[in-house]
């Protein structure tokens, strides 16, 4: 099994900034690619930035340009780093990873999920 934790989440102004974390542990032998998810109230889970293994990134328009994605392949983690924040930022944001456990199968896993509430 694979399990991966998210941290950072939490209040912050408009304008100001947060760093998520996702760490992932257990059966890997190569993790593909990682990336970040937000669902708002009522509305569905989208994708916010993803990266894969050799570090290309892939941004949603919304942010573009305020939020960073990056990771440590040593450590199995997943960053997001998320500037200037907007009110319309506020979600609960997902920790998503393609993992290879024994190859060639490779299996989607989620994190618990971690607040981001933005206020104005």
């Known amino acids: 099994q694979v399990q991966l934790v998210e941290s950072g989440g939490g209040l912050v102004q408009a304008g100001g900034s947060l760093k998520l974390s996702c760490a992932a542990s257990?059966?890997?032998?190569?993790?593909?690619?990682m990336g970040w998810y937000r669902q708002a109230p009522g509305k569905q889970r989208e994708l916010v930035a993803d990266?894969?293994?050799?570090?290309?990134?892939n941004y949603a328009d919304s942010v573009k340009g305020r939020f960073t994605i990056s990771r440590d392949n040593a450590k199995n983690t997943v960053y997001l780093q998320m500037n200037s924040l907007k009110p319309e930022d506020t979600a609960v944001y997902y920790c998503?990873?393609?993992?290879?456990?024994?190859?060639?199968?490779?299996?989607?896993?989620w994190g618990q999920g971690t607040q981001v509430t933005v206020s104005s």
């Open positions: 998503n990873a393609v993992v290879v456990t024994t190859p060639p199968y490779e299996y989607v896993y």
């Open positions: 257990g059966s890997i032998f190569s993790i593909n690619r």
């Open positions: 990266i894969t293994k050799g570090g290309s990134t």
